[in-house]
């Protein structure tokens, strides 16, 4: 049945993109004028995991240039988004990633709220399994980076988050958590385009403190590196795209802020068990070209985490790996939005992704 669900939610969303993609034409002959300072797309969102069940939703976007006279800065990307899922979850988020001066300047501004119902393991001597938990989310996030010298930047980021969660069976006492995380980060980056790299790097480095003195009950502090490598394959038509990512939490970290095997490191795992402090991934991903609207991914990883309340999970290998397809959102810009459908460690999970999974 899960393999049924996952053929039809491909051929679906195929459907449905090719529908959009005829109406955006139509529309663009129409309005050739507007393009030229604005590149709109309304995409849907389908998918489903084994956690939050079916995903629907949908996700205008809009490309445009912050200043016509600017030919360096790569077009910046405004959105909305709205997904309501069959378990009773629903998500608003407004996402802004803002290029200024040449490229010497690049803002990020995200917001999203909702209620998020999935479930987490716990080991107990008594009762082990998975218990359902409900949270009710806010975040606000605010960053802006400035170029140092050609390829390095240096930023800082603000993040309010503000959950409500109530656990099934008072299995945990229901607590409200608020926390003001403050992000200094580098980033060294080679790429030779944003939004869809063929060649070059970038590197991550970020230090997240939440202390006592600035609104947060326990000081907490989290460090983050990344680095992606791309190479252009079969005359610069393919990508083969590597990551490596480090998560460190220290300190009293709360529940909501734990690292879960899952998401960008390592697909495949959407039952939300494998959840610690800190994590660890390693992943490759191929991008096959075969047309210059579409393409498909394969890709493969490993996993580990520490900090577990489980301790049996701390510092095991998780695999995952999985096949994906995309499909270009703009006519003028190489954006990405897809599909991918992966397997882990007695899991699977099926993700939408918009832009590429790194």
Known sequence: MQKYIIVILLFFSVSVLHAQKSQTDSLANAEESVEKKYDFSLMPFLSYNRNLKFMIGAIPMVMYKTDLKDTISPKSLSGLSAVYTTNGSYFFAFFNKL?????????????????????????????????????????????????????????????????????????????????????FNFLYDTRDEIYYPTQGSKSNLKWITYPEWFGNDVAANKVVTEYNRYISMRENTDVLATRFSAKFGLGDIAFEQQETIGGKDIRGYSEGKYRGDGLVALQGEYRYNFNPKMGLVGFAGLATIYGSDNTDFNWKLYPGAGVGYRYRAFKDVKFNIGLDAAVGKDDWGIYFRIGEAF
């Not at 490229?103 to 716990?122: E, I």
């Open 99 to 183: 290029f200024f001066d040449e490229d010497n300047w690049r803002v990020k501004l995200f917001a999203v709220t909702g209620d998020h119902y999935s479930q987490f393991f716990m080991d107990d001597q008594e009762s082990s399994g998975f218990y359902d938990y409900g949270t009710n989310t806010t975040i606000l996030s605010l960053g802006a980076q400035r170029k140092i010298i050609p390829g390095l930047y240096g930023g800082i980021s603000y993040t309010y988050s503000h959950y409500d969660t109530e656990y099934e069976d008072d299995v945990q006492p229901a607590s409200t958590t608020i926390t003001n995380g403050l992000d």
